[in-house]
């Protein structure tokens, strides 16, 4: 059985305030508005927003595994399969889709979670683009359970609150 944890409101609308971050980083209609467009365009608010959904996403997966862990009811085997039908059934209908009706240049790459590595080196404007964020979200995802189950609750929330967020700010100077 899961332990229970309990549902953060102000998540839901930090996360919606991402998704409209990426959603006018990305949007060329909002030229039109120009009020709009300014406000998105003094900073890059696709970026901002992207970034906000990794903060969020390494939070909760956090918590979530230190809760599992708390309760010693953490398995990686569970761990990994419930983030495989969460992502990859529409991950992959989106590149299969992409193929089919418009390229599959970079459908390998992008179905193997190397977006981000493939993208980087392919400034061409590309429909599978986008799989970059969720690339680097799974290469999360492989290591840092890894490291939280070969700890104890006690370590793991040592590691994750102190070390997490400095390991993000020193990777993003370089």
């Not at 839901?12 to 990305?26: E, N, Q, S, T, Y």
């Not at 299969?96 to 977006?115: D, Q």
């Amino acid at each position: 059985m899961r332990p229970s944890r309990s549902h953060i409101p102000a998540l839901d609308g930090l996360r919606g305030l991402a998704a409209l971050f990426v959603l006018f980083g990305h949007f060329p209609a909002i030229e039109h508005f120009t009020v709009l467009r300014r406000a998105f365009t003094w900073f890059d608010s696709a970026a901002l927003g992207v970034d906000v959904f990794f903060a969020l996403s390494g939070f909760l997966i956090t918590r979530i595994i230190l809760a599992d862990k708390a309760a010693d009811a953490f398995g990686l085997r569970t761990f990994y399969l419930r983030r495989a039908l969460r992502i990859m059934p529409i991950y992959y209908l989106t590149i299969l889709v992409v193929g089919f009706l418009i390229t599959w240049e970079h459908a390998g790459w992008s179905a193997l979670y190397l977006g981000n590595f493939t993208f980087a080196f392919d400034p061409a404007q590309h429909p599978l683009r986008h799989v970059w964020s969720l690339a680097v979200e799974e290469h999360f995802y492989l290591v840092w359970p890894l490291v939280l189950a070969k700890v104890s609750v006690r370590t793991a929330r040592r590691l994750a609150f102190p070390v997490l967020p400095g390991l993000a700010i020193g990777l993003a100077a370089i």
